[in-house]
Structure formats: C-alpha cells, structure tokens
C-alpha cells in the first residue's frame, strides 16, 4: 500500500474532518489534543490560515502518522510542494485543479479536490483525485450525493463540506457521503477548548446516528 492509499484508508476509518479555519500556531497543539482526546483523528489546517506551515510542521512533529495531517485551500502546485514538505498527507482544494492533483499524486500524497458538478467531479477524477469533495455541501444538498453516486465509478469516497453542522450531518451520510469536513460548527478562532470538545463529541454522536449507506 504507497502512502497515499494508506492515508485514503485512514481517513475512511476516521472520516470527519476538524478544518482548523483561522488557527494560529501557538494554539493549533492545544486544539489538536483537545480534538484527539474526543476521538477525531483527521485534522485540516486551511493555507489561509495564519502561519499555515508552521501549524502543520508542529502538528506532525506531534503526532506522526497518528493522525490524518491535512492542508486545505491548497490552490497551486507550489503549495503542494510546501504542504509535503511541512508533513501534510492529505491535500484538500475548495476546487478542481489538475496541477494541484497531479503534484500531490506525484509527492505520495493523497488528494480530495472540491467540486460542485458532475463535469468537474469527472475531470478530477481523470487527473487523479482519490476522493471527491462536495463543496458546498449546504448548497447542493443531501439528495445530490444520491445521484452522484449513480454515475461516479463505485467506490469513490464522496465528502460532505460546506454548511455541515450536527442538524444535517446524518443526512448527508444517509444519503451516500463517506465523510464530511466540519468548520465553523466545530472550530472557531477562539473558541474555549470545552466548547470544542462538546461540539466534537455532538458531531461524532450525530454521525453515528445514521447507519453507513
């Protein structure tokens, strides 16, 4: 199994997503345990966050491959390179950029890129996505996944992101969503590490409500 397979396979087995939107590096450890502690073990740290890199690398030197480390807003080849080069695993994009995909691929990284049609959903895939982002979520809706997932090649790990929050989060995984990214409804900057861990604990509860499609 190359890295990139075994980073697709960790993700699936933790499939939701902490999207540290905002985080800076003095506080990024102290997030990260918190999430650990409640269970999660995928954390994204966007690029337009401040100090991105610098989150990243502490993140990595902190817990290895323990967790899924990815970098999200990723919008060009060279950050692909900066990403790997800090310790990310994952690269996630709010769209559809061969560059971006091709790079990660070829760095040994695995690649969810955000699409919002069938169109872009196929030509991601053709430029060597692993997994599709859904994005937003809160736009396109539950029943999207549903017919999505009739024309997509089977398997293919559809992630829910954009708008995702406890009221709606087992409904995207009834309606066929492998894994969602949770911003603003689990993190915020400057949010009491308490309220993260309850909002980390509401999320997993309402995912688990819903049996897996």
């Known amino acids: 199994m190359n890295t990139s397979e075994g980073t697709l396979a960790a ?14 590096p003095d506080e990024v450890l102290a997030v990260a345990d918190t ?8 954390i994204e740290v966007p690029l337009n966050s401040p100090e991105p ?3 990243i690398e502490r993140l990595a030197a902190r817990f290895g491959s323990g967790i899924v480390l990815g970098a999200g807003t990723v919008l060009g080849a060279a950050d692909v390179r900066r990403c790997a080069d800090a310790g990310a695993r994952l690269v ?8 971006v995909i091709r790079t990660a691929r070829a760095l040994g990284l695995a690649v969810m890129p955000g699409v919002a049609t069938p169109s872009e959903a196929f030509e991601a895939l053709a430029a060597g996505a692993q997994a599709l982002k859904l994005f937003p979520a809160d736009v396109l809706g539950p029943a999207s996944f549903k017919g999505w997932k009739a024309v997509l090649p089977a398997g293919v790990p559809l992630f829910a992101v954009g708008g995702v929050d406890a009221g709606n989060l087992h409904a995207f995984r009834g309606a066929g969503a492998a894994g969602a990214g949770l911003g603003s409804s689990l993190f915020a900057p400057g949010r009491r590490l308490d309220d993260l861990r309850s909002r980390a604990l509401a999320l997993a509860a309402a995912w688990a409500q819903q049996p897996a499609v």
């Open 35 to 42: 999430l650990v502690d409640a269970g999660w073990r995928s």
């Open 11 to 24: 993700l699936q087995a933790h499939p939701l997503v902490a999207i540290l939107r905002g985080v800076k």
């Open 53 to 55: 890199f610098t989150s």
């Open 92 to 99: 996630l994009a709010p769209n559809r950029d061969a560059d």
